[in-house]
């Protein structure tokens, strides 16, 4: 049985990210959005866990909690603003939340 | 007794007056009769007792009498007060108080009973006049204000009085509603009293600012104290302002125009208000404060030749007048010139004693011809009049007891009195008064000519009747023929009061009055001037001769009166020419159009004369002012508007184009045009941002790895 190194764990967590970023390029629908940018933390989490315990260091770890309690406000924040925002046009579409172009 | 319930004499007519307010209309006449006239009647009595009364009580001091019932105005425990013009504090206290001295005891008696009278005789006169019930109702009220007004112990009760006497007039001159004239004239009275009235509270608000009170009492009292000068210019103003009240009231130049067109009212009217009573409150006023205006001697000449002048100017139309009250009414004004004549140079006794003779026989000539209108089924013109001395004789023979007596035929009443006013005007110290006396005396002579006029074309002259109006010729009934008969004999006695000492009587009258218009006064004199005051007790310095010399002038004045009215109308027939008339025309168009005084008014004051649309007078230069306001001075104010908001248009244009404009906006659009092409940059897709973002950092990471 091949031992699991930190290499397999950068790219368990690069894939992630792949995923994240092209979910948050491609998606129209604001949840999927911020799901996929939840996708994207959570990898650099693994990547934080991995280096930690590959150094032997717990800072690593104590900063991926610190990664999910943002992780937990920033969704908080973020569907607050999303529901306003759907009061106010009734569509969560992306592509129509352009008011701040100029 | 009596004269601690002195308050119940003005009630009693109070009284009926309400009575008349509320249920006269569903009153018979006879119970109307009863009331009204019983209440005065039980006023006269009362008062009758009370003045008895006062004079046992008062043993011939004079000392007044006063009772005060409760504080009226005021807070009675002197929590109010009045900042005087010298700064100290006089309590404000205005008493529902009552006075009675020697000067209202000769008031009290003479408009009760005068009053009583004409009741008596307005039962006859007015038995087939509708509003029977009305007229006694505002005669009593009438009586009730007079009875306050003499009665009052202070200027606000007495302004009271002067106030409701002013209203009464005007009901009892617009008696007659429905007819415009009278309607008319009662609005001319009452608007003439009313600018008589604001001098009168002037003045008196005036006294009570320098001398700190409302009684009397008080006032004269503070006058008489010898803190002012002779002269001093406050009183000065005082004493003028209460007289222009009292030429509103009393009908003197130029305020009397009321007085003759009050004639519209009934006839008893005529006699109770414009003859006897009300009219005579100016002078009792004046009288009453006599004691301020012997300190204004300014104000005493001007009274001394307002008063000469009336008499001479109103005698003067009286001269030719046609409606047999005019002339009477003229004969009023003319006869209250004299009084305040005698006010005027001090002779105050002389001057109410012609009052109080003055009321009996104008009374008297009120009421007869009253009765001799009434006698004419209602003819007022003595033109259409004649031979009536034997149809009404009782009336003839009253008036002609009048008339000697206003003409001052001896021993008639008229002749005591305005002798003794004639004779104190004549032995004023300053020789100018001598020309007041002139004047007198000429007013003397006219009035025994229209007086003789009035007679003799009424009574004497060949008849110039309708035939209708011949037909019912007829004597009036007992209740107006005993009045005149009563008042005939007051007109002969009532003079004999004040039998001069020149002819060895003993002037009791006077001494009456004495008390209060007592000149012991201490008074202020400056230096160089004379210390006498006003006219004092001077018949001894001149002698006898010269009072008897002027009574026979006087008398002769009266004859030579009597012979021109006889020569020029006895024989008056249909169409007879007027002496004047033909002798002057003009002077007798000015004298029959009442010297044009009215239409002077009309001119000066009243604006019903226009020229087109444009009023003239006061009226015309008020809208003259009122048109310069509106299209000059608004004109200007708002042309200098319509300027302001074309010059803030302009600054408004310049602001928003040039200044927000090329100043503001300009580098805005410019910045705007400019930024333009960084603009594109910004399509507001965010994932199209993102991929760029991504983009950029691959490129970044390919870089730094394959460099």
Request: charged letters at 15%; glycine letters at 10%; hydrophobic letters at 55%.
């Amino acid at each position: 049985m091949v031992p699991i190194t930190t290499l397999h764990y950068l790219v368990v967590a690069a894939a992630l990210f792949a995923l994240g970023v092209i979910g948050v390029l491609t998606r129209r629908n604001v949840v999927i959005v911020l799901m996929a940018i939840e996708l994207i933390l959570n990898a650099v989490n693994l990547n934080l866990v991995a280096f930690s315990r590959m150094w032997g260091n717990l800072h690593g770890q104590l900063f991926a909690i610190f990664i999910v309690v943002d992780a937990a406000a920033e969704a908080a924040v973020g569907l607050g603003i999303l529901i306003a925002f759907f009061r106010n046009k009734e569509t969560i579409n992306i592509d129509e939340i352009d008011l701040l172009k100029w | 007794m009596f004269l601690n319930h002195i308050y119940l004499i003005p009630l009693f007519p109070a009284f009926g007056a309400a009575m008349m307010f509320f249920f006269g209309r569903r009153l018979q006449k006879k119970t109307v009769n009863a009331v009204c006239v019983g209440a005065v009647v039980v006023a006269f009595l009362f008062a009758c007792f009370t003045v008895v009364e006062y004079t046992h009580l008062a043993h011939g001091t004079g000392k007044p009498f006063q009772k005060i019932v409760y504080t009226w105005l005021g807070s009675g425990d002197g929590n109010l007060n009045i900042v005087k013009k010298d700064g100290t504090l006089a309590p404000f206290n205005v008493d529902a108080g009552f006075l009675l001295d020697p000067l209202s005891s000769i008031w009290l008696l003479f408009v009760t009973g005068v009053g009583m009278l004409i009741h008596i005789y307005s039962t006859g006169y007015m038995a087939h006049e509708g509003g029977y019930y009305r007229f006694f109702g505002y005669l009593n009220l009438f009586m009730f204000a007079m009875l306050t007004l003499i009665l009052a112990n202070n200027y606000m009760l007495l302004f009271v009085g002067w106030e409701g006497v002013g209203l009464c007039s005007y009901l009892l001159i617009g008696f007659y509603f429905h007819r415009n004239s009278a309607s008319t004239a009662a609005n001319k009275a009452f608007i003439v009293n009313r600018i008589g009235d604001a001098g009168f509270i002037l003045g008196a608000l005036t006294l009570v600012w320098y001398l700190g009170s409302f009684r009397f009492i008080d006032i004269n009292a503070a006058a008489r104290s010898g803190h002012f000068a002779i002269g001093d210019p406050v009183l000065t103003a005082a004493a003028l302002l209460l007289f222009v009240g009292a030429c509103g009231k009393s009908a003197q130049l130029p305020l009397y125009v009321w007085l003759p067109d009050a004639m519209e009212g009934p006839t008893p009217v005529s006699a109770l208000i414009h003859a006897a009573t009300m009219v005579t409150a100016g002078v009792y006023m004046v009288a009453r404060s006599n004691a301020v205006f012997v300190l204004a001697p300014n104000a005493m000449k001007t009274v001394a030749i307002v008063g000469a002048l009336t008499a001479v100017f109103a005698a003067s139309i009286g001269l030719v007048q046609n409606d047999i009250k005019r002339v009477l009414a003229y004969s009023t004004v003319s006869q209250l010139g004299y009084m305040f004549l005698a006010l005027g140079v001090g002779a105050f006794a002389a001057g109410v004693f012609h009052v109080f003779t003055h009321a009996f026989f104008k009374a008297l000539l009120f009421l007869g011809s009253g009765s001799v209108i009434h006698a004419m089924s209602g003819e007022q013109d003595m033109r259409n009049m004649g031979d009536l001395q034997r149809r009404i004789p009782t009336t003839y023979k009253t008036m002609l007891i009048g008339t000697l007596a206003i003409a001052g035929i001896f021993p008639f009443a008229g002749f005591f009195s305005k002798d003794e006013i004639l004779w104190q005007t004549w032995t004023k110290e300053s020789d100018a008064y001598r020309i007041l006396w002139l004047i007198g005396y000429g007013t003397a002579l006219m009035t025994a000519f229209y007086m003789f006029r009035l007679m003799y074309l009424t009574f004497y002259s060949p008849s110039r009747m309708s035939h209708e109006a011949e037909h019912h010729v007829h004597e009036s009934p007992k209740s107006m023929t005993v009045p005149l008969v009563i008042l005939a004999i007051c007109s002969i006695g009532a003079g004999w009061l004040s039998w001069p000492h020149s002819l060895g009587g003993s002037a009791r009258f006077e001494k009456f009055l004495e008390p209060v218009f007592a000149r012991e006064a201490v008074v202020l004199v400056e230096e160089g001037k004379s210390a006498q005051l006003a006219a004092g007790e001077k018949e001894a310095e001149h002698t006898d001769k010269t009072e008897y010399a002027l009574m026979f002038l006087s008398l002769a004045a009266a004859g030579v009166g009597w012979g021109m009215a006889r020569r020029s109308y006895k024989n008056a027939g249909q169409g007879y020419v007027e002496p004047i008339a033909a002798a002057a025309p003009p002077l007798y168009r000015l004298l029959y159009n009442k010297w044009f005084v009215d239409e002077g008014y009309d001119y000066v004051f009243t604006g019903r004369r226009k020229i087109g649309d444009v009023r003239l007078g006061v009226m015309g230069a008020g809208e003259a002012s009122s048109w310069f306001d509106a299209k000059i001075i608004d004109g200007a104010v708002n042309d200098a508007g319509w300027l302001t908001r074309a010059v803030a248009t302009l600054s408004t244009w310049w602001d928003k184009w040039i200044i927000d404009g090329i100043g503001v906006n300009g580098p805005a659009i410019l910045a705007r045009m400019l930024s333009y092409p960084a603009r594109l940059f910004e399509w507001g897709l965010m994932q199209w941002y993102a991929l760029v973002m991504v983009a950029g950092l691959l490129g970044f990471a390919f870089y730094y790895v394959y460099h």
